[in-house]
């Protein structure tokens, strides 16, 4: 089988077992592989209720046929479980050095199950698997974690990590690489933290199986030189993904004060000018010649990459304008294994209901010696307050009651990313729909919205943009397993990735194949989502209510007295449903489940939740 | 007229400048800023003028600030 090793590492950690299992060439061409892999396995595996940091839910790292094989930005893994945040399906992806090792070692993905007896690693190198003590590094950061690592394997392994955070439960707790940065923003670091599993080690020295190796490699070579060009000529990198803050910032779009304000004048204080002007360091996930982690100093002196989104959310949106010390929060919940995003909102959330006057606290929007103190409480579920603050913002809004549901930035639990829907409702329906909860790596319609449609409508556009995105980015690129950069932020050609994938597969698809596994994966998303919630209804596709209330509008700038409107977003997300084919309540209908293949999964889920015929 | 431009993200080191006022005549257009500021019209994805998407055969007005951007499809 060209393309896939064909086999899927399962390792037991109550029994210190692992085995080899295949899988068919058919389970391979309809699910392809990472997210398509781990949202297939996770629905046959998992029962609907169980506890996500219980030793019943199981962790799954999965790749797909281009991870790993030198090609533009193929250094990614697909990290997923039931996720501790949002209570459904839950995922992520990094880049790391596992992407080429795993597939390198035999496997396009691993499934984790049970739990160690104590601190564990778990050390993979080709057919063998070892369950070593970790209990050194147990309660330390990622970044003494890693070191421990290298220091015993050297720098070629593969690794995946947790901090104190994954220790501790925290329910956004992500896995880390220093090959690239984390991914698992649902809480997929509590999952292994819950399991005992420190970390993941793995040498492969296998050839990964494609059907023209020498064609591939010449594509491969080729097209990451004709990237790295790209770049160097359009500057790109100089500021990388930071040049979207003044942009936001200029269009009313940033998240300020936990997204109650859309710009600020200090704003500038942190841009992507001061950042590539504050470097010491550029760091670039394996296979990429884009790199974008801007590495600059922090308030400490230590070496903090920072990326637009943790920019935006430990900085604009607590009102913190010294960029050293948004470094050093950035620092912070890398070292922990934190989500810098969901611990920017969970932060800003908690200054936001103080300064309501909704509880009593110490901590004020602008604040960075305190924002770091809670942090460390949030890390290490420290008293009452770091078990709030651990548990995230909607689970601390429902604890402090008084209608802050409202003014908690999240979609289904995940928090939203550093783009101030305000006045952006396209962008809103993006979040309110993004699979997983309000992730910005789906789709990204702002530039379109902006441009090619007027701000203030709510048009069948809107909804078709946001579908076209979610099938390349929350789609193909998740399922080849490839990061989206060269495309959105150099615009490589999208044909490319059907090219990558034939060749080293052997098959003929189009683009217009990728889009198909797309939907049947975002179904299947949807169909764990009601398995574990039967009564949901739209409303879980809502945005934060607070976007919605004309009292936080804007006083002045460019959509001065404006918020979305609550009737006109209810029809534009029944334009996204119409054109999904998902009924009123946005779940996926029996037609269109039969029609992408899923009637056996549809069966599953209509023993939880009733599933309609079809819509309307 | 003046027109106060704000460069976003490598069009900024393209044109060796982050922001400035520029003075135009009267009802120039977004392309003509473009030209003016040395950029090649193909590489902004997006203009806003006053915080609002225009094209480049839009005509600009004194006072207006003007952001011209690279960016695409967002992080």
């Not at chain 1, 990735?497 to 080293?504: A, D, E, H, S, W």
């Not at chain 1, 052997?506 to 039967?534: Q, S």
């Amino acid at each position: 089988m060209n393309g896939w090793t064909g086999n899927i590492l399962r390792v037991n950690l109550t029994a210190k077992t692992y085995k080899k299992e295949t899988f068919s060439e058919e389970f391979a061409r309809t699910w392809v592989g990472g997210r398509g892999f781990a949202v297939k396995i996770l629905y046959d595996e998992l029962k609907p209720g169980i506890d996500p940091l219980g030793p019943e839910n199981k962790l799954v790292v999965a790749l797909g046929p281009i991870a790993g094989i030198p090609a533009p930005n193929t250094g990614k893994a697909v990290v997923a479980a039931k996720s501790p945040l949002t209570g459904f399906y839950g995922d992520g992806n990094l880049g790391t050095r596992v992407s080429e090792q795993l597939r390198k070692a035999g496997y396009d993905a691993m499934i984790i199950e049970g739990k160690a007896e104590g601190p564990t690693m778990l050390y993979i190198e080709d057919d063998k698997v070892e369950f070593l003590p970790a209990g050194e590094v147990w309660g330390k950061g990622t970044y003494a974690t890693n070191d421990w690592i290298y220091a015993r394997y050297g720098k070629g392994v593969g690794v995946l990590n947790i901090g104190q955070g994954g220790e501790n439960m925290v329910r956004y707790a992500v896995v880390r690489s220093l090959e690239g940065r984390a991914g698992g923003r649902p809480g997929i670091g509590a999952v292994m933290g819950s399991k005992l599993l420190k970390a993941i080690v793995v040498k492969g020295t296998r050839p990964i199986p494609q059907a023209d190796p020498q064609a591939m490699k010449a594509l491969g070579f080729g097209d990451l030189k004709t990237v790295g060009q790209t770049d160097k000529k359009t500057g790109w990198s100089i500021q990388g993904t930071t040049a979207v803050l003044a942009w936001c910032n200029e269009v009313a779009g940033l998240p300020v004060r936990n997204f109650r304000k859309t710009h600020h004048a200090d704003a500038w204080k942190i841009d992507g000018e001061r950042l590539n002007a504050a470097r010491v360091a550029t760091y670039g996930c394996p296979n990429c010649t884009m790199k974008c982690g801007i590495t600059i100093h922090d308030r400490e002196g230590r070496e903090s990459e920072l990326d637009y989104e943790n920019v935006g959310l430990l900085g604009s949106n607590l009102e913190i304008f010294d960029l050293d010390q948004v470094g050093s929060l950035n620092y912070l919940c890398d070292e922990y294994g934190i989500d810098t995003m969901s611990a920017g909102c969970t932060l800003s959330f908690y200054a936001d209901a103080i300064d309501h006057g909704i509880v009593a606290g110490d901590f004020k929007f602008g604040d960075a010696e305190r924002a770091k103190e809670l942090l460390g409480l949030a890390a290490r579920r420290e008293g009452k307050l770091g078990n709030l603050l651990a548990d995230g913002s909607l689970r601390m809004a429902r604890e402090f009651g008084h209608n802050s549901e409202a003014y908690a930035m999240q979609v289904k639990g995940l928090d939203v990313a550093a783009y101030n829907c305000k006045f952006i409702p396209g962008q809103a329906l993006a979040f309110g729909v993004a699979a997983i909860g309000a992730h910005h790596r789906e789709a990204w319609i702002i530039t379109f919205e902006l441009k090619n449609t007027t701000r203030d409508s709510y048009g069948p556009e809107k909804a078709a943009k946001v579908i076209e995105l979610q099938r390349i980015r929350g789609g193909m690129f998740e399922f080849i397993v490839a990061c989206r950069f060269p495309w959105i932020e150099l615009g490589w050609p999208l044909d490319n990735y059907p090219k990558y994938f034939n060749t080293v597969t052997g098959l003929n698809w189009t683009l217009d194949d990728m889009w198909k596994v797309a939907d049947r994966i975002y179904a299947l998303i949807k169909l764990h989502y009601i398995r574990e919630f039967p009564q949901a209804s739209r409303k879980g596709d809502y945005p934060p209510a607070v976007w919605f209330d004309p009292s936080n509008a804007d006083t002045e700038g460019p959509i001065a007295g404006k918020c979305l409107d609550m009737d006109k977003y209810d029809q534009l997300l029944q334009h996204y449903y119409d054109q999904r084919g998902y009924d009123e309540r946005g779940i996926p209908t029996r037609v269109l489940l039969n029609k992408l293949g899923l009637s056996t999964e549809a069966a599953a889920a209509g023993k939880y939740a009733k599933l309609n015929q079809e819509f309307r | 007229m003046r027109i106060t431009v704000k460069l976003i993200g490598p069009l900024i080191y393209e044109a060796g400048f982050s922001e400035k006022v520029i003075t135009l005549p009267g009802s120039a257009t977004a392309g003509a800023l473009v030209a003016r500021v040395k950029i090649d019209k193909k590489r902004p994805t997006i203009i806003t003028r006053n915080g609002k998407a225009v094209e480049l055969n839009d005509t600009l007005e004194d006072g207006d600030r003007v952001v011209i951007s690279h960016i695409y499809s967002g992080g």
